[in-house]
């Protein structure tokens, strides 16, 4: 009797009826469905797009081939693996890229490694405010400190005015000023704040009871590091790999400045060169490579979260470590470590761009040489307090990344709400792995593919380009990926129960956002938008192809000024950006109580 | 002396634009045509040359009609302009180009652009100026130091192939500078001149291992590993950087000399055998479907007078392709045409066909 | 084996709140000793003082003649050199380690050669019921499980001190019974010194062999099990253990039946501050006696072996606690029989008061 009751399915009607229930009161599944379908569009369709280009036709080779644009062709694919200058255009540049992105990665994961080591547990001078001043190198523009290299060690090799060695008379040898050397040091200084962040945050949520119980069991501190912390700190060591490889991989501005008078050529610069040079099609294949790597790292994170489930830890509650007591023959050389790497790589560089801006001429330290005349004006020049440009683009910098920020964060814990809403569902998976997807790809390649797609109405999306919507969107595609992890790891901290408690007390939808997860969400969402802010603020390559003019931001004014040869203007123009990101930073640091670490959750 | 010159270039600019406009104030479709353009209120500009802000100031100045105008490469204008009129939503009027082998090969015949010739000019520019319409003739030398040495160090092109010259040229990247390749593909052209110049240095006749003397050239000099760059600027500062002992040689744009007293340089030409510089055009084209399309073309028509193309030809190695305007005192021919086959130039449906070929021979000869 | 003392151990955090005041005591050799109290009250501070993971402010701490620290001398000595073992309430097993691995820890860090290892882990394994789970990870283990992992660990190296932060509190109820039983005989069959850290006084009542009873940084009262109970010495201590907590009345409370307790103490009135009575010493007749006290049934909790009644007298809510079932309904009058020794008095200062006194 139960088994009939059992087996015979209810009417469609009130099956609908549930699903239509199950809708109203569940509205993760609607959400997941519209993020899921604005994603794809919005992420696989540039992809696709550019997939689309490295097999398709260009005018120009159409001209040559008497064919027509956009015919089916591998020519693209054969000119980058198996042309006469495949070498050059590839497989040395792949080399190259490879050698960089293994020891810039090595390099800064160990920096992070140490400095996050120095500052969480030892008692190192200023370690409180050095886990501010060391994340500074991420807030600066990925030119500023190959910019800065280059104003101290640059050689005759390039011209124009001499570097600051070369100045003193010191020449630096050209392995010193350009090439591999300089360009590794320069990508592990701009990104170990990334790892220093990952690291710190990793190392205060150890239980500090692990550790007690291997001190009490006999182990001395360097053996409570290497068999205990420095084991549980190997997930976070494969996400900072994964994350600084995928960035490092794709990076643009340091190895174009540094690289380039040497004929050092990595993929990113190659990729460049192409688009430059009038070949989309060779560049979309270089783009497809990157890609590729990009979902490689994707392929290989999934494959961790899934094997490294042993390090998490069981239970327990992590205390604050009491830091480390040094001796004072310890503590000296390990406060010079974490204050020189701050000098090296936020102070000078800063201090670098802005004594260019204050000096006449470069390398001559007279008193005469000094001048305000870059910032007020005068000598027939615009100064920067007084420039339309500049403060145009302080306008469009701060309104575009803003609004693209506030989206993100948005949108980024609208993902964690409905990946963690659906656990298990495959909208769920698709969410999670498709808003990381632009992570992996070169901004480069991202810019052109949205020109493609969005020059022309397409359905009820009308022709963007020219408007700063355009600008908005595509950084807020291209940062989803920091706003989506900050949004999943808050919503999976939060978990259901809060919501399901307000959903029991009959809080609708509406009530239960603004009420309890909202307030809940707060920090994270700061957080989510803090990411995007810095990263919109600090942008170059990807808007480069879309800005029009009115639409000029911060950094692409800083390459204007560069074209027209102000050089002081175009560094000032990289030091506001760089104020305005730390006041901004600070400021939301100091209302929310949060750090930047948190954002970035592992 | 510089200030007499500057005095009497500004006099003959004045009287230029003076007796222009008292003869265009006679044709009444010019009139019309400002007419037209005011009415469309502003143009917008994508421009090989950062100088389009000062054209644009004096056009302004002129006639009222602002110029947004933005530096940009030919690869971006290009592809903007071409997703531009593809979709119908046109936002440039008006471009600046460098890349003579594209405009003939894609932008004009896919009809991305028009080539406007102002009627009234029409007889005055020179036919080879023409189609597509040059405004500027720039001239790229070979430039030495002139702290370090009384005279050119070399006097043959062929000398820089030698191994005392191997990484002692700079020049700008083949690989970013499509102006590059063009030379390139003129010194093809060449290829007899360059045969006879080598065996008039070495007294032999040159050994082929290419096609022609202009790709063995090329080849070699490949090979002695220039140092190559993305803006001229660099070039000339490392040339004429004073105080160096063994300083390099160069190839950029003439009007880096007039940068010689305010940047404390040591530059001068090299008269070299059998071609001692480049002679580049650039191209104005009014886009098609331009939203503003009179006020383009008062523009283009602007930047043939003496006020208009002021902004370049004030400089030394800048002339205008209107041959009855002034150029710079200091340059050696007043007329661009004197310089004759000193200066290579380029053929655009040559260069459009041979480029890739020539990038590629350049990349592989370059390791 | 020797004496733990703790002499003039101040601790302070952050140069402010106080967490040990001044404390000085000595923890007997042998024993199975309990720091109770609520949270707060300094006793994992304490711990972790002797386990040498904190620093005393100033005083002393010393195992028999060995000085784990002294602030006069300036003596410190490293955990490891304790001869203790010390198990957490999160147990601490390190995810990253096996089974073994974590067990074995401990002696490779004594360098002791691996086949010794392997041996002392198979005796552990069997002792602890962990045959077979060597290379599992901690991860793949059940509560119970850990928790014998963390036992095994720390006994791995033979400790002359063990102690325990709350080991229990993770474990669900029948786990827990079954812990408590374990780690009382394993406090017989190895005989050394256990401290305990624990807020449950069940865990205390039932394990300790003495409960030293923490407030406020310092040690109220020290004593075996029962006379904590039966004689807390003070307010705080009597209010803390038992279950369901003793019934304390403050002057002016329900006058009636404070001062029938006082008479039966036979404490002077005016220095009694508060009197209090056990549950169990809570009698309920049937029918009040006239002229005695009485109270109304407000409530019936039985949890198998007792009842829990509570009960409403002179306004104010008691609780009674009867191996016996209520004499009448909820609602009903019943008269109340005071037992005399589980009545307490404390003065103003919440020191108790006895009748000698």
Redesign the interface.
Known sequence: MTTTDRTTRPPLQARLRLLLSQLVSEPSYVIGAVLALALAYLVLAPMAAVLGSAVQMTRMDAVRAGASPGDLTFSYFQRVFTSPVAQDIFWTPLGNTMTVALFATALAVLFGLVLAMLVTSTNIWGRSILGFLLIIPYMLPSQALATAWITVFKNRRTGGSPGMLEALGLTPPDWLAYGPLPIVICLALSYFPFAFLLFSNALNKIDTQLEEAAVTLGARPHIVWRRILLPLLIPTTMSVLLLTVARTLGTFATPYVLGTPVGYTLLSTSLYSSLRSGAPGVAAVLAIVLGLFGVAMLLLDIWMVRNWQRFITVGGKGGKREPARLTLLARFPASAVAWGVFLIAAFGPLLVMFLSTIMREPGVFALSNFSLGYWTGGDGRPGVFNSPEILLSLYNSLSIAGSAAVICGVLGLAVGYAVVRLPGSWLSGFLRQVSFLPYLMPGMAFAAAFLTLFAVPRGPVPALYGSITLLILVMVVTYLPYASRSGISAMMQVGREPEEAGMVLGAGFFARITRILGPLQKTALVTAIILPFISGMKELSLVVMLVTPGTELLTTQSLRFLDYGHTQLANATILIIGVVVMLLVLLMQKVTKSSLAGGLGG | MRFNQAVAGIALATAAALSSTAVFAQSAEMDALIAAAKAEGSVVAYWHSSRVSKAGEGFEAKYGIPVLGTKMTDAESTEKVVREVESGNVQADIIGYDDGPRLVTELLPGGFVENYVPEDLAETIPESSRDPLVYLWQVSIFGYNTERYEECPISNVWQLTEPEWASKLHMLDPRLRSTQIQAFSAIEDRADGLAAAYEELYGKPLELTEDNAGLEFIKRLAASKPILYNEDVEIAAAVGARGQEAPPLGLYTLGRHREIESKNLALGMCPLTPFQGINQPSYVQVVADAPHPNAARLFAHYLLTEEGAAPWTADLGAYSSNPDLTSNAGNPFPNVAEWGDSLLVSDNARVAERRGDLLDFWITNNR | MPNITLNSVVKTYGGKSLAVDNLTTTFPSGEFICLLGPSGCGKTTTLRMI????RPDSGEIRFGDEVFYSSQTGTYL???K?K???M??????????TVEQNVV??LA??RMPREDQAKRFTELAKLFHLDGLGQR????LSGGQ?QRVALA?MLA?SPDLLLLDEPLS?LDASLRLEMRAELKRLHQTLGCTVIFVTHDQLEAMTMATSIAVMNKGRIEQMAKPMDIYRHPSSHFVANFVGSPPMNMLTPGEAPGLASEMTKILGTPADRAGTVGIRPEALRLTGQPANGGLKATIDTIQPTGADWIIGLQAEGRQLFALSSEPPPADIGAEVGLNLKADGIHAFDQNGKAVGPSL
């Open positions: 386990a040498g993971l904190e490293r955990p490891e304790r203790l073992g010390l957490f309430q999160s147990y601490a097993l390190w995810p990253h380690m820890f401990g860090m004594k990870y901690p991860r793949e850990q660990r190296v993770n």
